[in-house]
T-cell receptor, first 112, second 109 residues
């Protein structure tokens, strides 16, 4: 199947700092990518839809000014968690593809 | 989005026993997808069901889509320790997935 990568795989940062997570489709082009968040022992919750060349579409309750999404090319979407706080600590996963979605390996964020 | 409820939340089985997880919706679904997430891993696509009453098999896994397209199930025959993980159902809309709560499967050797 298609391959989606994420970087970094895990990151620890101090409260108040910003963290950028990259999601890349390695062997296909993706005009749309999706960002999910998963807290321990919970399901995946869609945060936003990343659209190449246009603004991202955010789900209800997700602050667009806090979770900045940029989709500047057909193979790369970035999620920046701005002014991170401990409650932002979570597992962030992206996906891309068509009817079949391929997930990246995820990024574990720990905010101290 | 289309909401789905999954039961049970947890299932502990002895290796060799069967396992079933159910996915229910109050509205008619256009499709349902199933994913498996190993502990510490990311979701991996298993299958998509589209047709009313559809049944698909993958080795020991059997997937069903209800006649009314409001429920679905995943059945694993003779579980193995490699089956451990969380199984999610999720209706898809142009790639956007709405995940159920998942069923965490533990298999005791």
């Amino acid at each position: 199947g298609a391959v989606v990568s994420q970087h970094p795989s895990r990151v620890i940062c101090k409260s108040g700092t910003s963290v950028k997570i990259e999601c890349r489709s390695l062997d296909f082009q993706a005009t749309t990518m999706f960002w999910y968040r998963q807290f321990p022992k919970q399901s995946l919750m869609l945060m936003a839809t990343s659209n190449e060349g246009s603004k991202a579409t955010y789900e209800q309750g997700v602050e667009k000014d806090k979770f900045l999404i940029n989709h500047a090319s057909l193979t790369l979407s970035t999620l920046t968690v701005t002014s991170a706080h401990p409650e932002d600590s979570s597992f962030y996963i992206c996906s891309a593809g068509g009817e079949t979605q391929y997930f990246g390996p995820g990024t574990r964020l720990l905010v101290l | 989005g289309q909401q789905v409820m999954q039961i049970p939340q947890y299932q502990h089985v002895q290796e060799g026993e069967d396992f079933t997880t159910y996915c229910n919706s109050s509205t008619t679904l256009s499709n349902i997808q199933w994913y498996k997430q190993r502990p510490g891993g990311h979701p991996v696509f298993l299958i998509q069901l589209v047709k009313s009453g559809e049944v698909k098999k993958q080795k020991r896994l059997t997937f069903q889509f209800g006649e009314a397209k409001k429920n679905s199930s995943l059945h694993i025959t003779a579980t193995q320790t490699t089956d451990v993980g969380t199984y999610f159902c999720a209706p898809s809309s142009y790639g956007k997935l709405t995940f159920g709560q998942g069923t965490i499967l533990t298999v005791h050797p």
